[in-house]
């Protein structure tokens, strides 16, 4: 069946946005009340001045920075692995919607059941170093499949 990889990616993405919708946060605060009796919700005005806030304190902006480059790395990479799959190494649609899908259910068995335990262990710092090496040794590792059959 050809079609096993295109349907294994809709199946992610539709089980995805199933738990997005499912496990939003509460969007109410609590005020001077006790419980549920104290909460209002927060417009999205309010939302996006809270949002600001905490954005324009000083000790974000690393974290911003770091979220920024792993993002921009990340975009590179899922524009770059299809190129390389099918225009160096041959790959065909369908197995380039099977090895795709896999990676992204590969993603998320791991940040499911391995990125809790790995951050009480490393810790946030170590888990940063830990996330950038790996990504740093596998660009590195396609970058030499690329040359070695390009």
């Known amino acids: 069946d050809f079609y096993v990889g295109a349907r294994l990616a809709v199946t992610g993405s539709l089980l995805s946005m199933v738990l997005s919708l499912v496990f939003l946060p509460d969007r109410s ?5 006790d419980g549920a009796a104290g909460r209002r919700r927060r417009s999205f ?20 920075a770091i979220k920024v480059i792993g ?23 369908q197995q380039l919607g099977l090895v795709m899908s896999c990676g992204m259910f590969a993603v998320a068995f791991f940040g499911a059941f391995f990125m ?5 262990a490393f ?7 830990t ?5 740093s040794v596998l660009g590195l590792i396609m970058a030499g499949t690329v040359t070695a059959y390009g």
């Open 123 to 129: 810790g946030s710092f170590g888990m940063m170093n």
């Open 29 to 33: 605060v609590a005020t001077a009340g």
């Open 71 to 93: 993002g921009v790395c990340a975009s590179m990479h899922s524009t770059a692995i299809p190129l390389v799959l099918t225009q160096v190494l041959g790959f065909e649609p």
């Open 45 to 64: 005005l309010e939302d996006t001045r809270h949002s600001l806030r905490i954005a324009l304190r000083p000790a974000i902006w690393p974290l911003l």
């Open 131 to 135: 996330g950038m090496i790996s990504r």
């Open 116 to 120: 809790a335990p790995m951050t009480k």
